[in-house]
Nanobody
Framework: VQLVESGGGLVQAGGSLRLSCAAS????????MGWYRQAPGKQRELVAV???????TYTDSVKGRFTISRDNAKNTVYLQMNSLKPEDTAVYYC????????????WGQGTQVTVSS
């Protein structure tokens, strides 16, 4: 599974960005895809996840502001981020999980999101 992200950038507080993650390779094996983020000096944290069945989960700090969605025809997952705050500044990583005998994690290269106050 290969993941390629796009859509990061610099935005003012209150603004919006949309991240995209295009998957290729053994995409039929993917059970869930999600977005994680890592701010300087902090651990990587889950932002949102969408399962193959369409269920979604969000971390509390982004509920009501971020929306994860997918386009199966394009093998792409999106993260629409609205009402951005400076504390959303981080490198955002796309993740794909494949559940077999164990859980395999695949990662994109990361895309920088910077929110200025």
């Amino acid at each position: 599974v290969q993941l390629v992200e796009s859509g990061g950038g610099l935005v003012q507080a209150g603004g919006s960005l949309r991240l995209s993650c295009a998957a290729s390779g053994s995409i039929f094996s993917i059970n869930a895809m999600g977005w994680y983020r890592q701010a300087p000096g902090k651990q990587r944290e889950l932002v949102a996840v969408i399962t193959s069945g369409g269920s979604t989960t969000y971390t509390d700090s982004v509920k009501g502001r971020f929306t994860i969605s997918r386009d199966n025809a394009k093998n792409t997952v999106y993260l629409q981020m609205n009402s951005l705050k400076p504390e959303d500044t981080a490198v955002y990583y796309c993740n794909a999980k494949v559940v077999a005998a164990t859980v395999y994690d695949y990662w994109g290269q990361g895309t920088q999101v910077t929110v200025s106050s």
